[in-house]
């Protein structure tokens, strides 16, 4: 079935260091996919996004890259800072039906430390 | 801009109980979500409504869980009777209508609930 997953739940770093998270996805159906940033007792912030056309695409300080033959996203980020501390999800929309407004299915989520 | 407001941000009942979430998302945006995150895992869609019709429901458990968005705009979420596995973060959010494009989709903070 229909699955996103991370493959480290936790990923500690000093600041200034880059961070880099993980996804994988098993849905093949899957044309676009976004990241977001939750904050304790906070709704996830959207972060970046790339559609399935797409290999990668930056934001400031932020790069997303897509690998569609091993169904893999991850999350760069560059001259991490403490207030980069988060949990961040990525997630997937699966474009069944030719309707654009697909559901999201969200991975598990991975926790972001940022040591000062 | 505003984002989407959610309250209460808290809420404390019985199992048994009733309990109702209203959402009000940004203005303008046609399509509206209600999630459901327990914790330490990704949100999970309960409900989509474009516009004041429904999308998708589901993943919406509807022998106890019911939700309205009245007029296209404001919408709430019920719960009657609740069970201790309610008990988790109920966000909403909500994109605008753009054919063919991406999906964004902005939450608010989350309403909170534990069953007890």
């Known amino acids: 079935g229909e699955s996103v997953g991370l493959h480290l739940p936790t990923l500690s770093v000093q600041e200034g260091d880059n961070s880099i998270i993980n996804c994988a996805y098993s849905?093949?159906?899957?044309?676009?996919f976004i990241w977001y940033k939750q904050e304790s007792g906070k709704g996830p912030q959207f972060i970046i996004d790339i559609r399935s056309n797409m290999d990668k695409r930056q934001g400031q300080r932020v790069t997303v890259l897509l690998n569609k033959t091993v169904k893999h996203l991850s999350l760069q980020i560059a001259a991490t800072q403490p207030g980069d501390s988060a949990v961040y999800f990525c997630a997937e929309r699966s474009n069944a039906g030719g309707t654009s407004y697909g559901k999201l299915t969200f991975g598990q989520g991975t926790i972001l430390t940022v040591h000062p | 801009e505003a984002g989407v407001a959610q309250s209460p941000r808290y809420k404390i009942i019985e199992k048994r109980q009733s309990v109702a979430f209203w959402c009000n998302p940004i203005s303008g945006h046609a399509t509206l979500y209600w999630y459901q995150q327990i914790l330490g895992q990704g949100p999970k869609l309960l409900i989509q409504f474009q516009n004041n019709g429904v999308v998708d429901d589901s993943q919406l458990p509807k022998d106890r869980f019911s939700a309205e968005r009245l007029k296209g705009v404001d919408s709430t979420l019920k719960i009657q009777p609740a069970k201790l596995e309610d008990s988790a973060v109920y966000l909403c959010a909500s994109s605008p209508l753009i054919a063919g494009a991406k999906n964004i989709q902005y939450f608010g903070a989350g309403t909170r609930l534990s069953v007890l």
């Open positions: 849905n093949s159906a899957s044309d676009y």
